[in-house]
């Protein structure tokens, strides 16, 4: 993984860990962090690597000169700790999407889930999310997909690499548990993401005095720049027959920037 030491940050201009929480956007992070750091009103402030709504913890704000070195952060490799969600797929991969599967996945089993994550080690080509930044002819994929209009183009994949995907342990979350999770980080979310629609459908299929429990599995990923934690979770549940998606991501690591230093 790029690494890059003080020195190289100090000729570079200022280079912040800052933690992003869930259910800000990367750009209301920055004008949080305008607000924690008044003499940086009048800065150029950009940020090194997107986290969505739906996950938090490290990202690198580039201060002044330092955004004239951008390629260069944007190249370090990542860690996240991922919570994988079994029974449920949605159209953006995470809890802030339509669903559009369920399936049954009780007999779900560690040594399956273990099995499945093998696939995802090595250098893997990854298709770019639905709902994402990626420009497709012109026009963000999240553009073609709220026009209904992804079939009319072919999704671009690009070469990522994951350097140690390990499953840490699975446990089960009750129905009731579970929508007001997805309830309370939904209402986090400001903007337009569908937010009233996508709440209305996960009532529809879960129950405030339901009964059932969902498998979840959590997960440790080391990773080359430019991957998607969410699209593991799809995908390791495409490996096992099943609706998956993330619950939650919590991105750990940028490079040597720690989440125990970020400034919340």
Same mark, same amino acid.
């Given at each position: ?8 940050? *100090?000729?570079? @201009?200022? %280079? +912040?860990?800052?933690?992003? *929480? ?53 190249? +370090? ?6 919570? %994988? ?11 802030? @999407? ?13 040594? !399956? ?5 093998? =696939? ?6 990854? =298709?770019?999310?639905?709902?994402? $930044?990626?420009? %497709? ?5 999240? !553009? ?23 499953? %840490? ?9 579970? +929508? ?15 937010? !009233? ?15 059932? !429990? ?16 969410? $699209? ?6 495409? =490996? ?25």
């Amino acid at each position: 993984m790029p690494q890059m030491n003080n020195a190289d940050l *100090n000729k570079a @201009g200022a %280079v +912040l860990n800052v933690y992003k *929480n869930l259910g800000e956007t990367p750009r209301e992070r920055l004008e949080r962090l305008r607000a924690q750091k008044p003499h940086y009103a009048h800065e150029v402030l950009s940020y090194a690597g997107r986290l969505d709504p739906m996950a938090e913890g490290v990202m690198l704000c580039l201060v002044g000169s330092a955004n004239r070195r951008r390629e260069q952060y944007l190249d +370090l490799g990542k860690e996240y700790t991922l919570d %994988v969600l079994f029974g449920f797929a949605t159209d953006t991969y995470d809890i802030l @999407g339509r669903v559009i599967e369920t399936g049954d996945c009780s007999g779900l089993t560690r040594r !399956e889930i273990e099995k499945g994550l093998n =696939e995802f080690r090595g250098a893997v080509a990854q =298709e770019y999310p639905p709902y994402s $930044s990626k420009t %497709v002819e012109g026009k963000s994929l999240f !553009e073609w997909a709220r026009g209904n209009a992804l079939s009319s183009i072919i999704l671009p994949s690009r070469m990522v690499n994951i350097y140690h995907i390990d499953l %840490v342990g699975i446990y089960k979350v009750k129905e009731p548990a579970l +929508l007001s999770y997805i309830e309370t980080s939904i209402e986090k979310v400001n903007g337009d993401f569908r937010q !009233e629609e996508i709440t209305r459908l996960w009532k529809r299929n879960l129950q405030q005095s339901g009964e059932r !429990e969902f498998p979840c599995a959590t997960i440790k990923i080391e990773c080359s720049s430019g991957t998607y934690a969410r $699209s593991i979770a799809h995908k390791l549940g495409q =490996e096992l027959g099943v609706p998956a998606l993330a619950l939650h991501i919590l991105r750990t690591k940028v490079g040597e920037y720690e989440i125990d230093k970020s400034l919340r």
